[in-house]
T-cell receptor
Framework: NAGVMQNPRHLVRRRGQEARLRCSPMKGHSHVYWYRQLPEEGLKFMVY????????ESGMPKERFSAEFPKEGPSILRIQQVVRGDSAAYFC????????????FGQGTRLTVV | DQQVKQNSPSLSVQEGRISILNCDYTNSMFDYFLWYKKYPAEGPTFLISISSIKDKNEDGRFTVFLNKSAKHLSLHIVPSQPGDSAVYFC????????????FGKGTKLSVKP
C-alpha cells in the first residue's frame, strides 16, 4: 500500500496522558499536513510541515500540541496532557508540494479521551 | 467565521438521476477548489478540482462548475450510483497558503436504488 499511512487507527487515552499520532506520507511526498475533525464538523487545518521544517502552524492550539517531521521517519503529532475536548479524528495528508497539487489523506486516527 | 460553506447537510437522490452539491465561499483570495469524498471511518478521497482561471472541469461522471462572481461552486454527479453515497467536502485554498485547505462541513449524499 503506497498511500498515506497513519497509526494507530484508534487511540484511547485518559485525561492528562500524552497522545502520539504517526503519519507516513506517500512515497515521494515531502509535504505533510495535519487536520482535525470534530463530530459533525468539517476538517480543520492544524499544521503544514516539510522535512524538518514547520511551514504553517496557524491552526495549532497554542498549548499542548506540537508536530514534527524529522529527516528520517514519520511525522508525529503530539498532544500533551490530553483533555476530553481533544477527542476527535485526526487526519494526515501528504502532497508532492507546489501550487495546486492535490493532497492525499490517510485513514485517520480516532482519539478518544476518557 | 466560515470561509467555505456547504449549506445542505444532506441530499437524497434516486439512482440514475443527477446529484448537485453546492458550496459557497467568502474569501476572494481563494484560487483553487477541490472536492473530496469521505466514507465513514476512512480518510477523505480526492475527487476533482478546479482552478479559478476555469469555470468548468469534467472527469467522467463528475463535473465541477465555478462561478467566481457569485463565489459559488457546485459538483454534479450524473448518473448517480448507490456507491456514490458518502459525505462530500468542498475545500478551497490560495497560492499563498501552500496547502492549508479550508473545508466546508460536508454534505451527506444518499443515492437510493
Amino acid at each position: 500500500n503506497a498511500g498515506v499511512m497513519q497509526n494507530p487507527r484508534h487511540l484511547v487515552r485518559r485525561r492528562g496522558q500524552e497522545a502520539r499520532l504517526r503519519c507516513s506520507p506517500m512515497k515521494g511526498h515531502s509535504h505533510v499536513y495535519w487536520y482535525r475533525q470534530l463530530p459533525e464538523e468539517g476538517l480543520k487545518f492544524m499544521v503544514y510541515l516539510q522535512k524538518e521544517n514547520i511551514i504553517d502552524e496557524s491552526g495549532m492550539p497554542k498549548e499542548r500540541f506540537s508536530a514534527e517531521f524529522p529527516k528520517e521517519g514519520p511525522s508525529i503529532l503530539r498532544i500533551q496532557q490530553v483533555v476530553r475536548g481533544d477527542s476527535a479524528a485526526y487526519f494526515c495528508a501528504s502532497s508532492a508540494g507546489g501550487l495546486n497539487t492535490e493532497a492525499f489523506f490517510g485513514q485517520g486516527t480516532r482519539l478518544t479521551v476518557v | 467565521d466560515q470561509q467555505v460553506k456547504q449549506n445542505s447537510p444532506s441530499l437524497s437522490v434516486q439512482e440514475g438521476r443527477i446529484s448537485i452539491l453546492n458550496c459557497d465561499y467568502t474569501n476572494s483570495m481563494f484560487d483553487y477548489f477541490l472536492w473530496y469524498k469521505k466514507y465513514p471511518a476512512e480518510g477523505p478521497t480526492f475527487l476533482i478540482s478546479i482552478s479559478s482561471i476555469k469555470d468548468k472541469n469534467e472527469d467522467g461522471r463528475f463535473t465541477v462548475f465555478l462561478n467566481k462572481s457569485a463565489k459559488h461552486l457546485s459538483l454534479h454527479i450524473v448518473p448517480s450510483q448507490p456507491g456514490d453515497s458518502a459525505v462530500y467536502f468542498c475545500a478551497a485554498t490560495h497560492g499563498g497558503s501552500q496547502g492549508n485547505l479550508i473545508f466546508g462541513k460536508g454534505t451527506k449524499l444518499s443515492v437510493k436504488p
